[in-house]
C-alpha cells in the first residue's frame, strides 16, 4: 500500500543579497515542516524587482541552501520567466473592468490619509504613468495561521484597492506570489511573520481566482538588538557558506530546538534528519519577532 501525503511547500527568496540568518531560519522552518510531513519542498527566486536586486546573488542563495544539507525538489522556478503568466492576468481583468488604470503617486495618497479610496476607478486612465489596482475582492478581515491562530486583518487596508503593477511598469509582490504559489500547487507556506499583513490579500486573490488557499504557518522574525529586521538593508551579515554548523544550530534554536553542543562536529544532513524528527509546532516562540545575536 502505498500513502499519499499532499504536501508542498516552499521557500521563495529574493535574490536582493546572499542568505543571512533570517533568511535561513525561513528556510529552515519551511524545509523542516516539509520533510516533517513528507512533503516536498520546493526553491523559488523571486527576482521581479531588477532595482533591488544583486548580481549573483541568487546564484549565491542556491549554493549556500545546499552547503547547509537544504536540498530541494524538483527544478527552481525564476518569477522572471512567468513575466507574462502576470501580465496575461492583468489585461484580463483589465478587459472585464475588474481592474483599472491609476495614476496617483504615493504622495497623493499618503496626503489623501494613507488609504487608497477608488479615486481612478471610473476615470478611464490609460496605461501610460499608471499603476494598476484590482477592484477590491471580497475584504479578508481575518485568518487562520497555525502557530497563531485567528489573526485579524487591518479592515481598511482589506478594502482597498491594492496595486497589482506598480507604476514604475513591474509586477506586483502579492499577484505574482498568489499566481506562483497556484501554478506550484503549494499547499503549505511557511514563511516569516513580516508577511502576515499582506496575506490577507493573498487569500482574498485565491477566492477571486476560485482556488483554495494554502495553509499559513508563520515564523517568528529575527530582529537585531534595536528590533530592526534582520535584512540586506540594515547590513545583516551573510551566513557562512564554508561552515554552517554554528549557524543551523543558532536556527535551530531560535526555532525552539536546541540542540546540545555534540552535534556541532555532525554534518549539515544528519542535524537535518533529526530535526525533522523533532520539528513540532508546539515549541515553536509564539512571538512575531525574537532578537537575535546571531
Ligand atoms: N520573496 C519574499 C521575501 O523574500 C517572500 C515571499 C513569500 O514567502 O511569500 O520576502
Ligand atoms: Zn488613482
Not at 84 to 108: F, N, P, V
Not at 209 to 227: E, F, I, M
Request: glycine residues 8%; aromatic residues 8%; hydrophobic residues 40%.
Amino acid at each position: 500500500m502505498t500513502s499519499h501525503t499532499h504536501y508542498i511547500g516552499r521557500f521563495a527568496p529574493s535574490p536582493s543579497g546572499p542568505l543571512h540568518f533570517g533568511s535561513l531560519v525561513a528556510a529552515l522552518g519551511s524545509y523542516l515542516d516539509a520533510r516533517a510531513h513528507d512533503g516536498q519542498w520546493l526553491v523559488r527566486i523571486e527576482d521581479i524587482d531588477p532595482p533591488r536586486e544583486v548580481a549573483g546573488a541568487a546564484s549565491d542563495i542556491l549554493q549556500t541552501l545546499e552547503a547547509y544539507g537544504l536540498h530541494w525538489d524538483g527544478a527552481v522556478r525564476y518569477q522572471s520567466d512567468h513575466l507574462l503568466d502576470y501580465q496575461a492576468q492583468i489585461d484580463a481583468w483589465l478587459a472585464s473592468g475588474e481592474a483599472y488604470y491609476c495614476t496617483c503617486t504615493r504622495k497623493q495618497i499618503k496626503a489623501a490619509g494613507g488609504i487608497y479610496l477608488g479615486t481612478c476607478r471610473e476615470k478611464h486612465h490609460g496605461p501610460e504613468q499608471a499603476a494598476v489596482r484590482l477592484k477590491s475582492p471580497a475584504a479578508i478581515l481575518a485568518f487562520e495561521d497555525r502557530l497563531h491562530g485567528t489573526l485579524d486583518m487591518d479592515a481598511a487596508l482589506a478594502r482597498e484597492d491594492f496595486t497589482i503593477k506598480r507604476r514604475d511598469g513591474l509586477y506586483a509582490y502579492n499577484l505574482a506570489v498568489v499566481l506562483d504559489d497556484i501554478d506550484q500547487g503549494i499547499t503549505d507556506v511557511v514563511r516569516g511573520a513580516d508577511l502576515i499583513m499582506p496575506t490577507g490579500r493573498h487569500i482574498a486573490l485565491y477566492q477571486k481566482l476560485g482556488k483554495v488557499a494554502p495553509r499559513y504557518l508563520h515564523l517568528p522574525l529575527a530582529v537585531n538588538a534595536d528590533g530592526n529586521k534582520l535584512s540586506k538593508q540594515n547590513h545583516a551579515p551573510a551566513i557562512n557558506r564554508a561552515d554552517p554548523m554554528p549557524a543551523l544550530l543558532a536556527a535551530l534554536a531560535f526555532l525552539g530546538m536546541p540542540f546540545s553542543p555534540d552535534w556541532r562536529s555532525a554534518k549539515p544532513g544528519e542535524l537535518l534528519a533529526e530535526a525533522v524528527k523533532r520539528w513540532s509546532i508546539a515549541t515553536l516562540p509564539r512571538e512575531t519577532e525574537v532578537k537575535t545575536a546571531f
